[in-house]
């Protein structure tokens, strides 16, 4: 079965260290992957997409990057976090033959 | 920037009641997708109803059906039979671009009332 796997569910950092979230997608090849972010209260934003192994768009400038080393894997990265780096952080997938999406259940992230 | 708007941050309805929500989206492509996702407490995002912008039949799910107007670019989901599990935030999305990327709106947080 398709599936999508996020990790780790909540996140506590200090500010100025590190992040590092994973998303894993099983049970399809080649899919479109996503990064979405929440703010409290707030619709989604689109932070990142990518269509393939090394391809990497991003729609908003900010303290983030991403990766994607596997077909199936995506990483959303920051070298420092910030405060405003706070939020709901969710990864998605489709496949490319039609216009179906499955998200994570999502990272909660508060940058203290 | 190509936007979806919900002007109505917050409904709300009388269980058994029929409530719409609305939505009002900008784009520039011929081919797209529109899609309601529902967001309990939980967060997970769950789809509600989606729109080929090709199809003019608007799409229905159960109690759940849309109003699609392309020319006015307007994607209202109207709720009917209103129940207490459909409280939850919703957002319209867009779907369009190389890579079929989901643009939301702000989303409208609904209230179901016994």
């Known amino acids: 079965s398709q599936t999508i796997h996020q990790w780790p569910a909540t996140l506590v950092q200090p500010v100025g260290s590190p992040l590092s979230l994973e998303c894993t997608v099983e049970g399809t090849s080649n899919p479109n992957l996503y990064w979405y972010r929440q703010a409290a209260g707030r619709g989604l934003q689109l932070l990142f997409y990518s269509v393939g192994i090394g391809q990497i768009s991003s729609e908003v400038p900010q303290n983030l990057s991403a990766s994607r080393p596997q077909d199936r894997q995506f990483i959303l990265s920051s070298k420092k976090l910030l405060l405003s780096d706070s939020g709901f952080y969710l990864c998605?997938?489709?496949?490319?033959?039609?216009?179906?999406?499955?998200f994570g259940s999502g990272t909660r992230l508060t940058v203290v | 920037a190509q936007t979806v708007t919900q002007s109505q941050p917050e409904m709300s309805v009388q269980e058994a009641e029929t409530v719409t929500l609305s939505c009002t989206y900008d784009t520039s492509e011929s081919d797209y997708y529109l899609f309601w996702y529902k967001q309990p407490p939980s967060r997970q995002m769950i789809l509600v109803i989606r729109?080929?912008?090709?199809?003019?039949q608007n799409a229905t799910e159960n109690r759940f059906s849309v109003n699609f107007q392309k020319a006015a670019k307007s994607f209202s989901l109207k709720i009917s039979d209103s129940q207490l599990g459909d409280a939850a935030m919703y957002f319209c999305?867009?779907?369009?671009?190389?890579?079929?990327?989901?643009?939301f709106g702000s989303g409208t947080q609904l209230t179901v009332l016994p």
């Open positions: 998605a997938w489709s496949v490319r033959t039609n216009y179906g999406y499955t």
């Open positions: 999305a867009r779907a369009s671009g190389s890579a079929r990327q989901l643009t």
């Open positions: 729109q080929e912008a090709y199809k003019q």
